[in-house]
């Protein structure tokens, strides 16, 4: 390879290194969504009040569940950890 292929391709490499960087980085980051942001995201779509909050595994996809009470009515919803969206009403 001459020297000026070596420099068109140095600024290449580095984008690509970012891109993997940030693709191993989206793989093992932590959650986006918190079991508190979870429960809000749950009382502001069924309103009432959160009576509890767990963490649990379904198919093998930790997912966040979500009890709520609202006028004798009781809900247990499930937040995707990942992106904050309910996943059953």
């Known amino acids: 390879m001459s020297k000026g292929q070596n420099t ?5 490499y580095g984008y690509l290194a970012l891109g993997l960087l940030w693709v191993a980085v989206s793989v093992f980051a932590d959650p986006v969504t918190s079991v508190k942001e ?3 995201i749950a009382q502001e779509a069924y309103g009432g009040q959160v009576v509890k909050a767990e963490e649990a595994e379904v198919d093998d996809a930790k997912v966040y569940v979500i009890r709520v009470v609202n006028e004798g009515r ?3 919803v499930m937040i995707d950890p990942e992106d904050g969206s309910i996943i059953n009403p």
Do not use: I, N, Y
């Open 74 to 76: 009781v809900r247990d």
């Open 38 to 40: 979870a429960s809000e």
């Open 8 to 12: 068109l391709l140095k600024p290449v």
